[in-house]
């Protein structure tokens, strides 16, 4: 079963910078697309932040859109989302998705706060 662990959460301050790992214990070619998610605390409700198709394709939430970058290393195995100019509104849980043959699968996120 294909693993997903995200880590580089933390609290940081309005303005300042995060980048977020997603670490994938197979490999991130073999999926259509990894994106990352964002769940508010108390809620169910998963919201989408940014994606990275197989075909080198990105696609981005418009609340983050020119702040945050999704990349992609394929030698480890490992999709980032790199987030400047953090807003309190940016703060939850970041969940990390890879869809594949119509089958998802997700991490159990890392927590970003962001601070006013």
């Known amino acids: 079963q294909v693993r997903l662990v995200e880590s580089g959460g933390g609290v940081v301050q309005t303005g300042g910078s995060l980048r977020l790992s997603c670490a994938v214990s197979?490999?991130?070619?073999?999926?259509?697309?990894m994106d990352w998610y964002r769940q508010a605390p108390g809620k169910q409700f998963r919201r989408f932040v940014a994606a990275f198709a197989d075909n080198g394709n990105t696609n981005y939430a418009d609340s983050v859109t020119g702040r945050f970058t999704i990349t992609r290393d394929k030698a480890k195995n490992t999709v980032y989302l790199q987030m400047n100019s953090l807003k309190p509104e940016d703060s939850g849980t970041y969940l990390c998705?890879?869809?594949?043959?119509?089958?998802?699968?997700w991490g159990q996120g890392t927590q970003v706060t962001v601070s006013s």
């Open positions: 197979e490999s991130i070619s073999s999926f259509s697309v």
């Open positions: 998705r890879g869809s594949r043959a119509g089958i998802d699968s």
